[in-house]
């Protein structure tokens, strides 16, 4: 049975702060800072240890609801290089232990990363954490806890004091740990929030000369205990021209102001996924800046509408062919057929992994994006076969439908009438027949 000491020691440990601040000190040379942001999607817990003595591995141990809320875990030792990090779990106490190869450090930094830790029940949201790590010896221990960004808290352990840091609200508290014991509790707290995270997301910028088009093809997982049938998340102000499709066509939403409501296919059951893309436009004018006469687009990864948890992300800014003087620290350069393409690659990226991003370069002296370059030459084309079709078909028809027109009789000559002349072909036979009297005459010569 797991047992927790958090209470009294806090009790005993405002005592001796009161009687003397020194005695915390003198109660263990080892200590440890844990800073826990707590968001409905995830919880990143980051432990910095400073052990007594050095050690060639350490362990610490979370007591969770089962093995797969435990998202990731990575440590640091001096000079922030990389320590190997091994996992076991114990079914029969919930408990799972991290061991890290300290390498002979006596201090090292374990961040770890939780997910499928929050329960939601009408407007309330309840997360289980891990207030301490329970480690092997006897530890001073100091806590921060931010709580959910947009979240109004109804509920929180007594032992710990809600401060504000940089304006957020904080819950604080210390503590003298136990060798192996657990310090588990709730934070209780209301809001919107979608419990899900996403396992893939593309993150595409394509700048036009007077519009950028952001394309977002992305795969989400359900964190909730049950179905869920949509997703709500926030557009950019200005957002227009917004189209949701998947592989089967375009998806039915609702946009409310900013609000994007995207409705699934199917229901999607506890950590079932689902792979839509997401495309709006934004004017040019609010996305790039004028610096020193360069256009400038900056940002953050993830971008601004997803709050999640991503596991694989894929950031993209396209430059229109002609853009020169190109720079964007951190990004792999790459010149393709169509566009400059400006791309990074980052794993377990959270709104709190800090990556802000600026891309900066020389517009093309008139550029002309390549859609319209290639929709105008299509139109080009069908115009000319269009009139080709028409000549051919005229020259066609020339060829086999006119016919040469049978020849037409000579007019007869006017006929001067005479009063009383027989008008009859018989009296014009007879007018131009020569008189018997004549070929007689002409024979006897």
Request: proline share 7%; aromatic share 8%; glycine share 4%.
């Amino acid at each position: 049975m797991i047992r927790s000491y958090a209470v009294p020691i806090f009790l005993l440990l405002s005592l001796l702060c009161t009687a003397a601040p020194s005695s915390i000190v003198s109660a263990s040379s080892s200590s440890v800072q844990r800073t826990i942001i707590a968001e409905p999607y995830f919880q990143i817990y980051e432990d910095q240890f400073s052990l007594a003595s050095a050690h060639d591995n350490y362990t610490v141990s979370f007591l969770l609801p089962y093995p797969q809320a435990l998202y990731s875990a990575k440590a640091y030792g001096p000079g922030n290089s990389d320590l190997n990090v091994y996992v076991s779990w114990d079914p029969s106490r919930g408990n799972m232990s991290l061991l890290v190869e300290t390498n002979g450090s006596s201090s090292f930094t374990l961040k770890t990363i939780m997910h499928y830790t929050t329960m939601k029940s009408n407007s309330t949201y309840t997360t289980f954490l891990n207030l301490y790590p329970a480690v092997e010896e006897e530890m001073a221990a100091s806590l921060t806890l931010f709580l959910p960004s947009d979240s109004v808290l109804v509920g929180s352990p007594e032992n710990l004091t809600l401060v504000a840091v940089d304006s957020k609200p904080v819950l604080v508290g210390t503590a003298i740990l136990e060798p192996s014991a657990a310090y588990n509790e709730t934070i209780r707290y209301n809001g919107s929030f979608e419990l899900v995270e996403i396992s893939s997301l593309e993150h595409r910028i394509s700048v036009g000369q007077s519009v950028v088009t952001v394309t977002d093809s992305l795969q989400v997982v359900n964190l909730n205990t049950s179905a869920i049938n949509k997703v709500t998340i926030s557009l950019p102000n200005g957002a227009t021209l917004v189209r949701v499709y998947d592989s089967i066509g375009y998806m039915n939403y609702t946009l409310s102001g900013s609000d994007l409501t995207i409705s699934f296919r199917t229901r999607l059951f506890p950590t079932e996924k689902t792979s839509f893309t997401l495309v709006y436009e934004l004017p040019a004018a609010s996305v790039l800046e004028i610096q020193s006469g360069k256009s400038v687009l900056s940002g953050v990864i993830p971008p601004q509408w997803c709050p999640f948890l991503v596991r694989n992300l894929v950031a993209v800014v396209e430059l229109p062919l002609g853009s020169s003087e190109v720079s964007a620290p951190g990004f792999q350069i790459h010149n393709g057929s169509s566009s400059i393409e400006c791309w990074i690659q980052v794993s377990d990226a959270t709104p709190y992994s800090g990556i802000e991003y600026s891309v900066s370069f020389v517009p093309a002296p008139y550029a002309i994006p390549v859609g319209s370059i290639v929709f105008a030459i299509l139109i080009s084309l069908a115009v000319l076969a269009v009139l080709a079709y028409l000549l051919i078909r005229r020259r066609k028809g020339r060829s086999q439908g006119v016919q040469t027109a049978p020849p037409q009789p000579p007019k007869p000559l006017p006929l001067q009438l005479r009063k009383g002349q027989n008008t009859g072909s018989e009296s014009l036979l007879h007018k131009h027949r020569p008189s018997r009297s004549f070929l007689v005459n002409r024979s006897l010569l």
